[in-house]
């Protein structure tokens, strides 16, 4: 009885986090789970050929590569619910592993780092600046699961915790989920040279990087050429919408002291941290955020930020940047990083708090026709396909 009531115990944290990240959620967004949500793809893609092929659909690439857990989502779906429920499914089961990435995520970081850090981890999943892109659709599920996968990374070859097999599994299925297994094969090759095993990983990343060389990763219509970017400002555009944006209410003048004067901040509370991890987070963040500058490839035309085009793009930077001030708050070398770490993290929340509004879009429509149900999700109309 008591061994019970000490092992309930020891989850009450991971289950109080939990209860946060839906009491969050449903703050910000309550109609998409009261309602339910489907976005463009989660129809188009994933439920079309969840209907269409069956179970090939699980395999079957999109944008380039493996999609393997919405894939999964959808044929499940497909065999045990009628079509007309999957805006409240897609909505729930996107919540309940958003909750479950943020706990799992929060469970490995406690090990190693002082509680409040790994609950402001845990809790940046859905804490960081955005508007509201990526939440509760299975559509943008990858970009919820990749900092969990890289916890977990971190976990097999950096902690002293046994080889489990949950884990192995998980890191596997993450991998073929979206393309984050490529960008954080670094870090995977680091320590497979530490440890002298875990050479199996490397699998489903070849056969995602396999389907990026075969498939390719379709542009945008106003793709710019490769060498056209030279000229982009990376460094002011850097210091403005990857780390202003993110720490000051965006449209303030005479923006440009501000953002280099906190960009050099963040970097100086990463590297007052023994060892490498937070500057490893940083270059991490700055890496993803030239990659969505260029996937947009609307840099010409319109604002690339996190209240603009291209908002998925800045949510892991967003992520891991708070990561790196969190850890920063407790293993800085210096108390004045610590205090400056943590200021930052409280204006990132206020930023967060102070500009988060979730476009209402129209809801989801089911329409009977002979050749079988028209669903028209948002953002547009464009986006209609029968489902037979």
Same mark, same amino acid.
């Given at each position: 009885?008591a061994?019970?009531?000490i092992?309930?115990?020891?989850?009450l944290? @991971?289950i109080?986090i939990?209860?946060?990240?839906?009491?969050?959620?449903?703050?910000?967004m309550p109609?998409r789970?009261?309602h339910?949500?489907?976005?463009a793809e989660?129809v188009?893609t994933?439920?079309t050929?969840a209907?269409?092929l069956?179970l090939p659909s699980?395999v079957?690439?999109?944008a380039g590569?493996?999609h393997?857990v919405p894939?999964?989502?959808?044929y499940l779906?497909?065999?045990? *619910?009628?079509?007309?429920?999957?805006?409240?499914?897609?909505?729930i089961?996107?919540?309940?592993i958003?909750?479950a990435s943020?706990?799992?995520?929060f469970?490995?970081?406690?090990?190693?780092?002082?509680?409040?850090v790994?609950a402001?981890?845990s809790?940046a999943l859905?804490?960081?600046?955005g508007?509201?892109?990526?939440?509760l659709t299975?559509?943008n599920l990858?970009w919820?699961l /990749?900092?969990l996968l890289?916890a977990?990374?971190?976990?097999?070859?950096?902690?002293?915790?046994?080889?489990?097999t949950?884990?192995t599994?998980?890191?596997v299925?993450?991998?073929?989920?979206?393309?984050?297994?490529?960008?954080?094969t670094p870090f995977?090759?680091v320590?497979i040279a530490?440890?002298?095993?875990g050479?199996?990983?490397?699998?489903?990343?070849?056969i995602?990087?396999?389907?990026?060389?075969?498939?390719?990763?379709?542009?945008p219509?106003?793709?710019? /050429?490769p060498?056209?970017?030279?000229h982009?400002?990376?460094?002011p555009?850097?210091a403005?919408h990857l780390v202003?944006d993110m720490?000051?209410?965006p449209g303030?003048?005479h923006w440009a002291?501000a953002?280099?004067a906190?960009?050099?901040?963040?970097?100086?509370?990463a590297f007052?941290?023994r060892?490498?991890?937070?500057?490893a987070?940083?270059?991490l963040?700055a890496?993803?955020?030239?990659?969505?500058?260029?996937r947009?490839?609307?840099?010409?035309?319109?604002v690339?930020?996190?209240?603009?085009a291209?908002s998925?793009?800045f949510y892991l930077?967003?992520? *891991?940047? /708070?990561w790196s001030?969190?850890?920063?708050?407790?293993?800085?070398?210096y108390?004045?990083?610590?205090?400056?770490?943590?200021l930052?993290?409280?204006m990132?929340?206020?930023v967060?708090?102070?500009?988060?509004?979730v476009t209402r879009?129209?809801d989801?429509?089911?329409t009977?026709?002979? @050749?079988?149900?028209r669903?028209?999700?948002?953002p547009?109309?464009?986006?209609g396909?029968?489902?037979?």
């Amino acid at each position: 009885m008591a061994t019970q009531i000490i092992s309930r115990a020891r989850r009450l944290p @991971e289950i109080l986090i939990t209860v946060a990240v839906l009491v969050l959620i449903y703050a910000r967004m309550p109609e998409r789970i009261i309602h339910g949500f489907l976005w463009a793809e989660d129809v188009t893609t994933f439920l079309t050929q969840a209907y269409d092929l069956g179970l090939p659909s699980i395999v079957t690439p999109y944008a380039g590569y493996l999609h393997l857990v919405p894939r999964v989502i959808a044929y499940l779906f497909s065999l045990m *619910f009628p079509i007309t429920r999957a805006p409240w499914a897609f909505a729930i089961v996107s919540l309940l592993i958003t909750c479950a990435s943020a706990a799992w995520i929060f469970s490995i970081a406690r090990r190693v780092l002082p509680i409040y850090v790994a609950a402001i981890m845990s809790l940046a999943l859905v804490l960081v600046p955005g508007n509201g892109e990526i939440w509760l659709t299975i559509t943008n599920l990858q970009w919820v699961l /990749a900092p969990l996968l890289l916890a977990l990374i971190w976990e097999e070859f950096w902690s002293d915790r046994p080889r489990s097999t949950v884990r192995t599994v998980a890191i596997v299925v993450f991998s073929l989920t979206g393309p984050f297994g490529i960008f954080f094969t670094p870090f995977t090759l680091v320590g497979i040279a530490r440890r002298r095993r875990g050479y199996g990983y490397l699998i489903p990343v070849a056969i995602q990087a396999a389907m990026t060389a075969l498939y390719g990763l379709p542009l945008p219509p106003n793709a710019h /050429a490769p060498l056209s970017y030279i000229h982009y400002p990376w460094l002011p555009e850097a210091a403005q919408h990857l780390v202003y944006d993110m720490f000051l209410l965006p449209g303030i003048h005479h923006w440009a002291l501000a953002a280099f004067a906190l960009a050099a901040v963040v970097c100086l509370c990463a590297f007052s941290v023994r060892g490498y991890a937070c500057v490893a987070l940083l270059a991490l963040s700055a890496a993803l955020w030239g990659i969505g500058v260029v996937r947009t490839g609307v840099w010409t035309d319109s604002v690339v930020a996190w209240y603009g085009a291209g908002s998925r793009y800045f949510y892991l930077p967003a992520v *891991f940047i /708070a990561w790196s001030l969190a850890i920063a708050t407790s293993r800085s070398r210096y108390v004045s990083m610590r205090l400056g770490a943590a200021l930052l993290l409280l204006m990132m929340l206020h930023v967060s708090h102070s500009s988060f509004r979730v476009t209402r879009y129209p809801d989801t429509t089911f329409t009977r026709t002979p @050749e079988g149900w028209r669903v028209v999700p948002p953002p547009a109309k464009g986006w209609g396909r029968v489902i037979k």
